[in-house]
C-alpha cells in the first residue's frame, strides 16, 4: 500500500534568535475522517518523522507526554501554530503530495498537574495505572503511568481552564 509522512522540527519559543531544538516531545497525526491518531516523539535535535501514512487527510499537533520520556512542560500546539483543532492547518496525504516535510512547531511552557494514586486505604500507592488529563470533557490533553510510589504529573496544560482528571486502570 502506498502511503506518505510528515516530518518537521519541535523548538521552545524563545526571544531573539536563539533556536532551542525539543527532545521527546510527542507529535501526534490525527486523521480527520474519524480522530484515530498515531504518534511519534522527536530526537535530541528536536527532529521528528512519522512514516506510512495512508493517503487521507490529517492534522497535527506537538506538546509533552510522559511517553516520550518527557519531563518537560510545552503545551499542545497544533500545525501551524494554532491553539486548537478547529484553527489548525489540515494536510492533504496523495499520490500527487505523499509527503510533508517542515511541519515545524514552535511550543510554549505549560502549567501542570501532578498527584498520587492510592488504594482505597489511603495509603497504599497503585503503581502503573493511567491518569488522563481532559479539557471539556472529552478533548485529552495529556496523560501518565503512575511510578512505584503512585506519583504522576501531566505538564503542559495551558492556563485559566478547567481540566477534569481521570484515572484508569
Given amino acids: 500500500h502506498p502511503g506518505g509522512a510528515v516530518s518537521g522540527t519541535v523548538v521552545a519559543q524563545s526571544s531573539g534568535s536563539i533556536v532551542i531544538p525539543l527532545a521527546n516531545i510527542m507529535v501526534g497525526i490525527e486523521r480527520t475522517s474519524d480522530h484515530d491518531w498515531w504518534f511519534t516523539c522527536s530526537g535530541t535535535n528536536g527532529q521528528y518523522l512519522y512514516e506510512g501514512l495512508a493517503y487521507d487527510d490529517y492534522k497535527v499537533w506537538a506538546r509533552s507526554d510522559s511517553r516520550c520520556g518527557s519531563t518537560q512542560s510545552y503545551m499542545r500546539e497544533y500545525w501551524q501554530e494554532a491553539s486548537d483543532w478547529n484553527s489548525a492547518t489540515t494536510l492533504h496525504l496523495n499520490a500527487t503530495t505523499p509527503n510533508h516535510s517542515s511541519i515545524d512547531f ?3 511552557p ?3 498537574i501532578s498527584g498520587h494514586v492510592y488504594e482505597e ?5 497503585v503503581v502503573d495505572v493511567t491518569v488522563n488529563v481532559f479539557l471539556h470533557d472529552y478533548d485529552r490533553v495529556g496523560s501518565s503511568q503512575t511510578d512505584a510510589q503512585g506519583f504522576y504529573q501531566i505538564g503542559g ?4 481552564n478547567d481540566y477534569k482528571v481521570e484515572v484508569w486502570s
Avoid: I, K
Fill in 106 to 108: 514552535t511550543l510554549e
Fill in 110 to 112: 505549560g502549567g501542570t
Fill in 157 to 160: 496544560l495551558a492556563p485559566d
Fill in 121 to 125: 486505604d489511603g495509603v497504599t500507592p
